[in-house]
């Protein structure tokens, strides 16, 4: 009783106490102090967020009854040029002594919702179906989560880094975390934040000193090590010294140039600022060169000066992305479609930003430059690279430029180059109108030379047609083995001319330069 009586004193006092505050609490506010801060907090607090076109258990829609032209449209152009896998492995369709194409696909999968065969009797028969239906429901989804109007909270990237925060490279999710990112719940955030970041973060986790990419696991040589140790002299600071942008006063601009560049080019400039958050005291300069280059709109009107298509694979991303809507105004969906067929669509033409001026000037070709801030500057040049090779060649320098070649297709047939011996068309890598006077002149600077791949069969294909290309077979020596990119993309790509095909972007990764020969001093005399 002693104890109990004890206890009830003790804590009186306090719940005495937290009434009293409780009270002035109340009584502060029945006062109503302060109304014009609470006037704004009110309006603040009422704003709500747009309700989404669609939630999140209602994603997934047939694509002839998709709520969203686009996905409409591809739909349509799917059944335009897929053939029925079931037809096109029997001869049923084919009478004597007539080629015959198979019909294409008419029937849309109840499953995933694309259209997968020409007949619901085909689809039922075809057993192989089932191995890439979940792969194909799943992009399904994913393509209407883009376009469902809800906050895409994983494209909300965050700011300059703390030079005490290290950062890992193991893969997207260690790097998310320590990168402070917003978390990613659900593998669908994982998969839009992947596609909208493999671009800069392949290249920056390629170059930087913490990067997974070493010697002891082998993907690194010797040769390569001595390259990417020169490079990193430019990107880091000396150890013990704070990596701030006060730090880079003195150092010299990186330069990257990315060679046939399309969907990397409509990147919006914030999402490549992240490579510059991984590098504080670093300058950037980065040159999109290629014939699919996505151009600036003129100012003073809407007309592109390219070619417009719509729904390019990162065009969605880059729309819903975390930015200005000054610099980057919401256009209304279109509901034409240009299909992927073997050669992927040019991308549609780039907002117009207030520093954006033309350089076709300095260049001699449609190019604009952008110097978005202090620490990155864009240029863009709608161009073959041979076509402006000679403007750069003589100042490139291995501690400060580099390359890079994302999935460029150097084991593809040529389809305007036909060799005149047997008349076949000749690979990529060995044509005069795409990539067989580019790779020599590359090879030549003595600079390094990074290249993706969106599979392992695009990987093995380009390397095999490297090692036996004229001009390059033998003049190469290896800075990384080729093998999987830890920040390739997560999200398939789905062709249009066959759902069968898909791929993930920057599935791959690996890197050559020019071979060095070292000359020796003889130092015996000898007449003869």
């Given at each position: 009783m002693a104890s109990s009586l004890i206890r009830r004193r003790a804590v009186s006092p306090l719940l005495s106490t937290a009434t009293a505050r409780q009270t002035l609490i109340s009584a502060r506010q029945t006062q109503g102090s302060r109304h014009l801060f609470n006037f704004f907090r009110k309006a603040k607090a009422a704003e709500k967020e747009p309700a989404p076109i669609l939630s999140e258990d209602n994603l997934f829609h047939p694509f002839s009854k998709s709520p969203f032209p686009a996905v409409r449209a591809r739909?349509?152009?799917?059944?335009?040029?897929?053939?029925?896998?079931?037809?096109?492995?029997?001869?049923?369709?084919?009478?004597a002594h007539v080629k015959a194409q198979a019909p294409a696909v008419k029937f849309e999968c109840p499953d995933c919702g694309w259209p997968t065969h020409c007949t619901e009797e085909h689809w039922a028969a075809d057993e192989e179906h089932s191995k890439y239906c979940s792969r194909l429901r799943e992009v399904n989804e994913d393509e209407h989560d883009l376009r469902s109007g809800r906050k895409l909270r994983e494209f909300e990237l965050p700011g300059p880094q703390a030079y005490e925060e290290a950062i890992s490279f193991s893969n997207w999710d260690i790097?998310?975390?320590?990168?402070?990112?917003?978390?990613?719940?659900?593998?669908r955030s994982r998969r839009h934040a992947s596609k909208l970041l493999t671009y800069p973060l392949t290249i920056g986790s390629v170059l930087h000193q913490n990067s997974g990419l070493t010697l002891s696991n082998q993907r690194v040589t010797p040769e390569g090590s001595r390259s990417l140790a020169a490079l990193r002299t430019t990107l880091h600071v000396p150890p013990g010294s704070p990596d701030t942008e006060e730090a880079g006063a003195a150092k010299p601009q990186?330069?990257?140039?990315?060679?046939?560049?399309?969907?990397?080019?409509s990147l919006p400039p914030h999402v490549w600022e992240q490579l510059c958050m991984l590098y504080p005291s670093c300058h950037f300069h980065l040159y999109f060169i290629g014939p699919q280059v996505s151009l600036p709109?003129?100012?003073?009107?809407?007309?592109?000066?390219?070619?417009?298509s719509t729904q390019p694979s990162a065009q969605p991303l880059g729309?819903?992305?975390?930015?200005?809507?000054?610099?980057?105004?919401?256009?209304?969906?279109?509901?034409?479609?240009l299909p992927n067929v073997y050669e992927p669509p040019t991308p549609s033409?780039?907002?117009?930003?207030?520093?954006?001026?033309?350089?076709?000037?300095?260049?001699?070709v449609p190019s604009y430059t952008v110097p978005y801030?202090?620490?990155?500057?864009?240029?863009?040049?709608?161009?073959?690279?041979?076509?402006?090779?000679a403007q750069f060649q003589d100042t490139f320098d291995p501690y400060t430029d580099l390359f890079f070649l994302f999935s460029p297709g150097f084991g593809f047939p040529s389809p305007t180059s036909i060799s005149e011996l047997d008349g076949q068309p000749l690979l990529q890598i060995a044509s005069p109108t795409e990539w067989g006077p580019v790779i020599p002149a590359?090879?030549?600077t003595r600079c390094s030379i990074f290249v993706t791949g969106f599979s392992p069969a695009d990987v093995e294909r380009d390397i095999r047609s490297i090692e036996t290309a004229p001009d390059v077979a033998g003049e190469f020596e290896w800075v990384i083995t080729p093998g999987e990119n830890a920040f390739g993309s997560e999200k398939w790509e789905v062709a249009d001319f066959d759902p069968r095909v898909m791929v993930k972007t920057n599935w791959g990764v690996w890197g050559i330069r020019g071979k060095g020969r070292e000359v020796r001093e003889n130092s015996s005399f000898s007449l003869f």
């Open positions: 739909g349509e152009a799917i059944q335009s040029l897929a053939p029925c896998p079931v037809c096109a492995s029997s001869h049923e369709h084919v009478h790097f998310w975390y320590t990168r402070g990112f917003p978390s990613m719940d659900t593998e990186m330069r990257i140039f990315i060679l046939g560049a399309r969907a990397e080019s709109k003129p100012p003073s009107s809407g007309a592109p000066k390219t070619a417009p729309s819903n992305a975390n930015q200005d809507t000054s610099e980057a105004p919401i256009k209304k969906e279109e509901p034409t479609y033409p780039i907002a117009c930003l207030k520093r954006t001026r033309s350089s076709v000037e300095l260049y001699g801030t202090p620490q990155l500057t864009i240029t863009g040049m709608q161009a073959n690279y041979s076509d402006v090779h590359l090879l030549a």
